[in-house]
């Protein structure tokens, strides 16, 4: 436990982003377990925990991903994993947490950059793939209750703001939330059944501030310099707009998994975005 509680500290003596969003994820759960009834039965909560829990640490100790991390630390982050699924999907199917628990762990061992770091958030691939995989009549992605409870924003918001502190990724988030309003405003004759207002409101409870504050801004997963950042979270809210204005199912998801696709993409030719070396493609397309 000593190691772990060490490697939460970086050298200049802050707490990783990352454990907020643990935080944030677990607690949340548990809140909207007890306070707010949320429907989730304790044979999906045991299962998704457990699959995501024995995913990890199988892909671990056999694929050695992460030398450096302890059992704990692996199991932490896949719990965390699940307990955001839990918390974002709506579901009648017993076995579906674990399912797209194991999906969630396993991206991050399959869907990786040359750098050996995943490419996709696992929350929101297994989300994705959740779509593709499953009708619609299985599960939501619609908010449950507990979001819209003040607490539960108030709750979010204090971890989210925390994570993207002191993991450096706020400017995403600020991206985000300045092309949601800005891009809201320009399309809203395209929204005219319920205006703007109808535009913004489902990034104000606490399941929207999960996504601007907790998905968006994982730090392996995004650009490496501020101004990138910046772009990356205007882009995913442009992109969210564009979907929702053409009415497609769930276009925050949809919009994250395009743009953090296309990063993937633009950084054969382009390394910097994520602040690593020329690989071979950029290299030999420098020299073209």
């Known amino acids: 436990m000593t190691s772990v509680t060490n490697k939460a500290f970086n050298r200049g003596g802050k707490i990783e982003g990352r454990y907020f969003l643990f935080g944030s994820h677990l607690t949340l759960f548990l809140v909207a377990i007890f306070q707010y009834h949320l429907p989730r039965t304790w044979l999906q909560v045991v299962t998704g925990y457990g699959a995501a829990a024995g995913a990890e640490l199988l892909l671990h100790y056999w694929l050695k991903k992460y030398p450096k991390a302890t059992a704990f630390d692996r199991t932490l982050s896949a719990v965390s994993e699940s307990a ?3 918390l974002l999907v709506r ?3 017993w076995y579906y947490y674990a399912l797209v628990s194991v999906i969630a762990v396993g991206s991050k061992y399959v869907f990786t950059r040359h750098d050996g770091v995943h490419v996709f958030n696992p929350t929101n691939f297994a989300i994705v793939v ?5 009708p619609l009549n299985s599960f939501e992605l619609n908010p449950d209750e507990y979001s819209v409870h003040t607490y539960s ?5 204090t971890f989210g703001i925390l994570a993207v502190s002191f993991g450096g990724t706020y400017l ?3 991206g985000y939330f300045l092309g949601i309003v800005i891009a809201a405003l320009l399309a809203a004759p395209l ?3 319920t205006g703007y207002a109808g535009v913004l409101f489902p990034e104000i409870g606490a399941f929207g501030m999960i996504f601007a504050f907790l998905m968006i801004t994982d730090p392996r ?4 310099r501020s101004s990138y950042r910046f772009v990356f979270g205007l882009a995913i809210a442009v992109m969210v707009i564009v979907l929702r204005s053409l009415q497609v199912a769930f276009p925050n998801f949809l919009a994250l998994f395009v743009v ?3 990063t993937f993409a633009a950084s054969f030719l382009f390394p910097a975005i994520y602040g690593k070396k020329a690989t071979p493609l950029a290299a030999a397309a420098s020299e073209t």
């Open 84 to 86: 955001g699924l839990l």
């Open 221 to 224: 997963t995004t650009p490496g």
């Open 191 to 193: 929204f005219h059944w």
């Open 91 to 93: 579901s009648t199917l």
């Open 153 to 157: 924003i108030l709750h979010v918001m």
């Open 260 to 262: 953090t696709l296309a």
């Open 172 to 174: 995403i988030t600020i």
């Open 130 to 134: 959740g779509l593709a995989l499953f």
